[in-house]
T-cell receptor, first 118, second 111 residues
Framework: GAVVSQHPSRVICKSGTSVKIECRSL??????MFWYRQFPKQSLMLMAT?????????EQGVEKDKFLINHASLTLSTLTVTSAHPEDSSFYIC??????????????FGPGTRLLVL | GQQVMQIPQYQHVQEGEDFTTYCNSS?????IQWYKQRPGGHPVFLIQ?????EVKKQKRLTFQFGEAKKNSSLHITATQTTDVGTYFC???????????FGDGTTLTVKP
């Protein structure tokens, strides 16, 4: 299947700092990217949906000013956790989907980023 | 909003026994996907079901989509230790273009 990379895979930061996570589709053009958060032993919770060249759509309860999402190209989306706090510590996973009109229905997940805020 | 419920939450089986996880949506779905996540790993896409009543097989795995397109199941025949992990369903609503994940079923297999 298609490959989605995520960087960094693990990050530890001090409270109050900002952290940027990159999500790249390596072998296809991702018209839509999704950002999820997963707490231990829990399901994936969708944070936001981003379409290339437009503003992200955030799920209810997700602060758009805290979780900045940029989808500047068809192969790259970034999530910036601004002024991170310990409660933001989690596993952040992106997924990418190609052009649905061309049959690109499947979501391909990145390997995830473990964020620990001290 | 759309809710997707998955049962059971945990299932412990002896190697060789069968396993089934069930997924129910509060609304009619456009499609449903199934993923497997190994401990410490990320979700890996298994299959997508689109048609009402659809049944698909992948070796020992059988996936079904209900006639009303509101429920689905994943059945594993003769489990192996390599089947351990958490199985998630994710249902896409008819308008949303995004999927809602169930809580997952964590399968452990005793050799």
């Amino acid at each position: 299947g298609a490959v989605v990379s995520q960087h960094p895979s693990r990050v530890i930061c001090k409270s109050g700092t900002s952290v940027k996570i990159e999500c790249r589709s390596l072998d296809f053009q991702a018209t839509t990217m999704f950002w999820y958060r997963q707490f231990p032993k829990q399901s994936l919770m969708l944070m936001a949906t981003s379409n290339e060249g437009s503003k992200a759509t955030y799920e209810q309860g997700v602060e758009k000013d805290k979780f900045l999402i940029n989808h500047a190209s068809l192969t790259l989306s970034t999530l910036t956790v601004t002024s991170a706090h310990p409660e933001d510590s989690s596993f952040y996973i992106c997924s990418a989907r190609g052009d649905r009109a061309s049959g690109g229905e499947t979501q391909y997940f990145g390997p995830g980023t473990r964020l620990l805020v001290l | 909003g759309q809710q997707v419920m998955q049962i059971p939450q945990y299932q412990h089986v002896q190697e060789g026994e069968d396993f089934t996880t069930y997924c129910n949506s509060s609304t009619t779905l456009s499609n449903i996907q199934w993923y497997k996540q190994r401990p410490g790993g990320h979700p890996v896409f298994l299959i997508q079901l689109v048609k009402s009543g659809e049944v698909k097989k992948q070796k020992r795995l059988t996936f079904q989509f209900g006639e009303a397109k509101k429920n689905s199941s994943l059945h594993i025949t003769a489990t192996q230790t390599t089947d351990v992990g958490t199985y998630f369903c994710a249902g896409e609503g008819t308008n949303a273009g995004k999927s809602t994940f169930g809580d997952g079923t964590t399968l452990t297999v005793k050799p």
